[in-house]
């Protein structure tokens, strides 16, 4: 399909002084797009040019519409010498190629240089003419739409949901491919830029390819990762799960299937809640199959941990030849597929039948060097080991399907560890074949599956259970059987039910390990891999308990490997389900009972334990209804047995005191104290603090038991790096600086946000990384939303409504950035060098600090700041268009660290531009918000002796247009004019 792309250089302004003579600019414009190169006219002596430029076209394959970034260079004429380079504009031309999509790119983008930030901006207009073709064989796949939400997209409806599409590509990282040359610093970073953006645009037209030939029109949960492997190369990689969507009408795409979930869950009195998960087994199947021992093809698979219920559910007598059924039919929809992972961690009802429990897979492989850019094998083959070993375990738990499935690497020198989790689950095959069901099987699975606790109920035998399990009878249908924890990847269904609110339970530790090299490093990182996800999951279970809940959802672990240490994060949402059964509470038990001051201490910390049991259960609201033992079912037949975690207990001290039944009539966990290390970790549960007065956090889209949400919302970006200790450091040590460093940031962010309360802190967002010797870096992306607690506070607010604006002025200093309290559009300043001092000091959190104005042409009226939040909706606000995907990676290198405000003041810095250049892309695209943002990478690296420092950014989101339910009222929904012509400054500072 033969197109031709337009591009028009309009204007520049504050652009930076390049002649000292003179204090100003004689800029010009490069704009390039493959092989081809146009030259605006030099306009002299202007920090703000008018260059008017006519039409620049490029006659171009569409294929190299989609791999091709448009570039545009600004660069000071010299007449004597080399020209100086301002800085740089990459524009994708990909959402261009949409049929729906935006006809016209037009607006002012902020020129970034790698070194010295943004410049000034450029006032672009870029067009696409498609001409029609209908060749078979073409190589592009334009028409694909691309979406970052892990759930189907507002005003969408899946026809069918296809299934896994991944695909990655490998090339030589210019960083170290001339690492041997005389460069500037710009230069590399530069080519490393355009090298990853080029890699990106191919990335995305293959998988849109494969998209195509599952007859397919959209990629729905695509993330996108950058592997910098040094020395070995760069790999770009990808995944997602194509689907068929259709466009709702304008009536329909206000129905509740586009709502944001505030107003749906107003109806029900119970709260909806995600699904469910399962308890780490070790009987699952240990694959210890080894590599070749070349160093070059060195790698050790490590024992996979299955996540699963303690408890487990058949289909009763009646049920069984339906479950047979079901399972055939959804088998037959899902055989064809090597792979049948979703990436969507939010349903359509009924998609979700049961659900089996987590599954996860690591493996830790040597690097070696990318030889031939056009030959990936070798890391393809590392990921289809991981996927094979994924599938084997979902399929040993009696499910064919993965979903909320995701994939991430950690890498350190040649070392490099490939991690994948999902949810196993059974599905309605009637979402994954083109309407060949027939109707009576969806009614059945209806009738068999009652609503709200269907997909608790387990898929697999329990006769012949891969685990040992606790099984209890459903406490909603009390006709199936389910298990007492429950954990999964995935988001809340909405179907679910849940009793009292959610909470952010995180597991966190640190181990040492002896610095080694090659081969004998990868060995000691897979030997420690499986203990530590063992004592990860303990954790998670201990803090679960401790809280009164019995489901984790939403999980994510992390494992991060450094030169000398390997750290685990752990992030999930706790909710109770109430077809779960009451926890039971957790009692502590000592090995020395002759002892009387031990077991008065032990007596004491069990006295803490209950204490904080209750106190949780009042604070989550947890208060489940009572149901007598006859009610709920017979017995089970199996001898049940208590959970003994954090160390194996000898038969020899069997005997345990009764543990008060006020907790539930359920088994108790039992912590066994043999140790220090034991007496540490139950201190470590007691100082585990629940947020303060007026917060809740999860890390899933919707709070459970929260739905009275305003429209007020505030994004922010946090990244702290850290010396986790500095002489002699222990495990003790260092996991306790780890867990300081993660709590007091959370209460950094609950100090910034005080005036916001009662608020919620969603969709938060934990990465770790190790860039050396004890020295971690977390960054943290979350959402704050407000809400309503009940009519009488909403009655008050107005009159203190002057109180609190007074007292976020009197705080600003203290809160390091502003707060938007009203959703009205706020008064904004243009940057200047004044304010940069202050700005230095503060921590990035940065969403009210850099604004992008935009002002249609013509008028001066103001336009509300481009939007930005992690969740998929807008609360308050319906969701009109997706304008494409917005997809950016950004390096930036200071040589004056100390002069730039040290690390906080550098990060800051770039992370508040990122913000500025996201905004203004969504802005000229015509839109007013970007949905699902999401920084998926910050690498950041430091050289303190020589003051030099460099960070490495990769975000993503989906670009959109909302219109507020306020205004829907009152006028009916148009799709925009032509885009805005942003005239603010893109360095604008929140006052």
């Known amino acids: 399909m033969p197109g031709k792309l337009k591009v028009k250089i309009v204007a520049g302004r504050h652009l930076p002084v390049m002649d000292r003579a003179s204090d100003l600019t004689d800029a010009f414009v490069e704009v390039k797009f493959g092989n081809t190169t146009f030259k605006t006219d030099v306009y002299p002596k202007s920090l703000n040019p008018q260059w008017n430029s006519e039409w620049f076209k490029f006659e171009v394959d569409d294929e190299e519409l989609q791999d091709e970034p448009l570039q545009i260079t600004v660069l000071d004429h010299d007449t004597y010498s080399a020209n100086d380079a301002i800085g740089k504009v990459y524009i994708d031309i990909d959402p261009l190629l949409y049929s729906e999509a935006a006809t016209v790119i037009s607006g002012w983008f902020p020129i970034y240089d790698t070194i010295h930030g943004i410049r000034g901006e450029i006032n672009v207009v870029v067009k696409v003419d498609l001409f029609n073709d209908l060749n078979r064989f073409r190589q592009s796949s334009c028409g694909v739409k691309f979406f970052c939400t892990t759930s189907i997209p507002k005003c969408y409806r899946a026809v069918v949901i296809h299934g896994f599409v991944e695909e990655l590509v490998v090339n030589e990282d210019p960083e170290y491919q001339w690492i041997d040359r005389i460069r500037t610093p710009r230069a590399s970073n530069e080519a490393r830029q355009r090298l990853i953006s080029l890699m990106s645009g191919e990335l995305q037209r293959k998988i849109g390819l494969k998209v195509l030939e599952m007859r397919g029109n959209a990629v729905v949960g695509y993330l996108q990762c950058f592997d910098l492997e040094g020395e070995s190369g760069l790999v770009v990689r990808a995944i997602g799960t194509a689907c068929t969507l259709d466009k709702l009408s304008n009536t329909s795409a206000f129905l509740p299937a586009c709502n944001s979930p505030s107003k749906e869950m107003k109806e029900s009195p119970l709260v909806h809640a995600p699904s469910h998960g399962c308890r780490s087994t070790h009987n699952s199947p240990i694959h210890t199959a080894t590599g070749s021992r070349l160093t070059q093809n060195f790698s050790v698979s490590v024992p996979t941990l299955i996540y699963t219920g303690m408890g487990s559910g058949s289909a009763g007598k009646e049920g069984g030849p339906f479950k047979t059924l079901l399972r055939q039919q959804t088998q037959s929809a899902l055989e064809q ?27 830790v492989k040597l690097l070696d060097r990318i030889h031939n850019p056009d030959e990936p094998e070798t890391r393809d083959a590392w990921w289809a080991e991981i996927r094979q070993e994924i599938k084997s375990h979902a399929k040993a738990l009696g499910c064919h399907a993965v979903v909320g499935y995701s994939e991430s690497t950690s890498i350190c020198e040649e070392v490099c560890i490939l991690s994948a989790s999902g949810t196993a689950a059974v599905l309605n095959p009637r979402f994954l074949q083109d309407g060949t069901m027939e109707g009576c099987l969806e009614q059945r699975i209806e009738e068999a599956s009652p609503p709200g606790c269907g997909f608790c109920h387990i898929p697999y035998d329990e006769l012949n259970m891969p685990f040992p399990a606790h099984l209890t009878y459903c406490y909603n249908c009390r006709k199936q059987k389910v298990p007492d924890v429950l954990f999964t990847t995935i988001d809340l269904p909405v179907e679910a039910i849940v009793v009292g609110k959610g909470c952010l339970i995180q597991a966190r530790l640190c181990r040492l390990k002896k610095k080694a090299q090659a081969e004998a490093n990868a060995t000691s990182i897979s030997n420690l891999l499986p203990f530590m996800e063992y004592e990860v999951h303990t954790q998670l279970m201990n803090k679960l308990k401790l809280r009164g809940m019995n489901a984790l959802f939403g999980l994510r672990i992390q494992i991060t490997v450094g030169e000398n240490m390997l750290m685990g994060l752990a992030s999930a949402t706790g909710v109770y389900l109430a077809a779960l059964p009451t926890p039971g509470g957790i009692q502590i038990a000592g090995k020395t009972p002759n002892d009387g ?92 603090v629940p947020p303060p007065s007026g917060f809740y956090s999860c890390n899933t889209e919707i709070m459970p038991g929260i739905n009275n949400w305003t429209p007020e919302i505030q994004m922010f970006t946090a990244v702290r790096v850290s010396r986790l200790s500095n002489i002699n450091p222990t495990n003790q040590t260092l996991n306790k600086n780890f867990n300081d460093l993660c709590e007091n940031l959370l209460k950094s962010l609950y100090f910034k946000l005080r005036s916001m309360v009662p608020c919620c802190l969603c969709h938060v967002n934990f990465t770790v990384a190790l860039p050396e010797d004890e020295l971690v870096q977390i960054a943290v992306t979350a959402v704050a939303i407000t809400y309503d607690k009940n009519q009488a506070l909403q009655a008050n607010k107005a009159p203190t409504e002057k109180s609190q604006q007074r007292a976020s002025t009197d705080n600003e200093e203290q809160l390091q950035f502003p707060l938007e309290l009203s959703s009205d559009p706020l008064s904004s300043q243009p940057f200047s060098p004044a304010k940069a001092t202050s700005l230095e000091k503060a921590s990035p959190l940065a969403e009210g600090y850099l604004r992008h104005r935009s002002v249609p042409s013509g008028t001066n009226s103001t336009v509300s700041v481009v939007k930005m939040t992690p969740l998929s909706f807008l609360p308050g606000a319906k969701i009109t268009k997706y304008l494409g995907i917005i997809n950016m990676f950004f390096i930036r290198e200071t040589t004056s660290l100390r002069e730039e405000g040290g690390v906080s003041g550098f990060l800051h810095a770039f992370i508040a531009e990122v913000f500025a250049m996201v905004r203004a892309h969504v802005a000229a695209l015509g839109g007013n918000a970007v949905v699902s943002y999401i920084m998926k990478q910050c690498v950041f690296m430091e050289n303190p002796n020589k003051n030099q420092a460099q960070c490495l950014i990769n975000v993503s989101g989906d670009a959109v247009i909302f219109v507020r339910e306020s205004e829907l009222e009152v006028l009916p929904v148009q799709p925009p004019a032509a885009a805005p012509q942003p005239t603010g400054s893109a360095g604008d500072v929140t006052t």
Not at 338 to 363: K, Q
Not at 600 to 608: D, E, L, N
Request: charged share 30%; aromatic share 6%; net charge negative.
């Open 597 to 688: 001051t031990y077991e008065q201490h032990i007596s004491h910390m069990q006295k803490k334990i209950n204490d904080t049991i209750a106190k949780n259960k009042e604070l989550y609201e947890i208060n489940p209804p009572e149901l007598p033992e006859e009610i709920i079912g017979s017995p089970i037949p199996e001898p049940r047995q208590r959970s003994r975690l954090l160390r194996s207990q000898s038969e020899s001290s069997d005997e345990v005191t009764e543990l008060d039944l006020s907790h539930g009539k359920k088994d108790a966990f039992v912590l066994e104290i043999d140790d220090t290390d034991a007496m540490e970790d139950v201190h470590s549960l007691l100082t585990d």
């Open 337 to 363: 597929r090597e792979f049948p992972f979703f990436t969507l961690t939010t349903f359509p009802p009924g998609f979700l039948v049961h659900v089996g429990g987590v599954v996860s897979a690591r493996s």
